[in-house]
């Protein structure tokens, strides 16, 4: 008997600590006294057999405990936000405990090392897929519809905004969106080699053409920059904001694969 109460105790901590780690990334904030918390859960499930309480009251009193546990972790000062936690502490429940139960069945015999490797698989997978999420939900909050005018063409494109983004043409003084050199090939129709290669005279093509200071961390260079006849870009009201003398500058970061937008805004244009 003294084994199987160990290893009750075990399983439910493995489980409870997996729960309380996975709802910290779900919601995106740091959980606190995960340990005590995992072993107050692990002890309180022990002890429930004993009480042969009806399903309705296993029910309220696992509610209960789930509540303990979010209000020691977690901080909160609305009730908004408190629920938010506890839906998202009850969702991992659920998917810890059915990934417990299905192992139950598929043996008889407690294995607290398959349990702790299957509960460490199912985190790991659940964080990584909770990430993921999270970054594509952040890019979708800061990206916008945006349409560039170049050369009496219309470009549609997809603009991310970059609060990072202060950089101002010396010249015009305007400031400047960063594109990149899939977009550069899209408006001029070659990429940038070719385009240098070709014409010893930029501006009969780009509008205002000149090079400024681009210095980085590993290196001093020049950008690119012209300006565009027009440029507009749709807010999340569906409004449109119009630009008449935008300037833009051609950077060789691969921020497309990042942000999954051809041009980085700048960050006095939200």
Do not use: W
């Not at 009251?57 to 696992?62: C, F, G, M, P, V």
Request: glycine share 6%; with cysteine.
């Amino acid at each position: 008997m003294e084994i199987i109460i160990e290893y009750v105790l075990i399983e439910n901590f493995v489980i409870n600590f997996f729960i309380l780690k996975t709802t910290e990334t779900f919601i995106k904030e740091k959980a606190k006294l995960i340990i005590l918390n995992s072993i107050f859960g692990s002890i309180v499930a022990l002890v429930f057999p004993l009480f042969n309480l009806s399903t309705f009251e296993s029910i309220l009193a696992k509610s209960l405990v789930g509540s303990i546990m979010v209000c020691v972790s977690f901080d909160f000062k609305t009730i908004t936000k408190y629920l938010y936690i506890y839906f998202a502490f009850a969702f991992m429940t659920f998917v810890f405990g059915g990934c417990g139960s299905m192992l139950g069945k598929i043996s008889t015999e407690t294995n607290v090392f398959l349990i702790t490797i299957s509960s460490g698989i199912l985190f790991a997978v659940t964080k990584t897929f909770f990430k993921i999420y999270h970054k594509k939900k952040n890019i979708k909050d800061f990206q916008y519809s945006v349409r560039l005018f170049f050369n009496g063409k219309e470009f549609d494109e997809k603009g991310y905004f970059d609060s990072g983004n202060l950089l101002y043409d010396n010249i015009s003084h305007c400031p400047i969106i960063l594109i990149s050199k899939q977009v550069f090939e899209k408006l001029v129709g070659q990429n940038y080699y070719e385009f240098v290669l070709k014409n010893q005279n930029p501006k009969e093509i780009l509008k205002n053409c000149h090079y400024i200071p681009a210095s980085t961390s590993l290196s001093n260079g020049k950008m690119l920059v012209f300006e565009l006849e027009n440029f507009q870009l749709i807010d999340k009201k569906n409004q449109i904001k119009e630009f008449k003398s935008q300037f833009v500058g051609l950077s060789f970061a691969n921020f497309e694969k990042n942000f999954n937008s051809g041009l980085l805004l700048h960050s006095s244009q939200i």
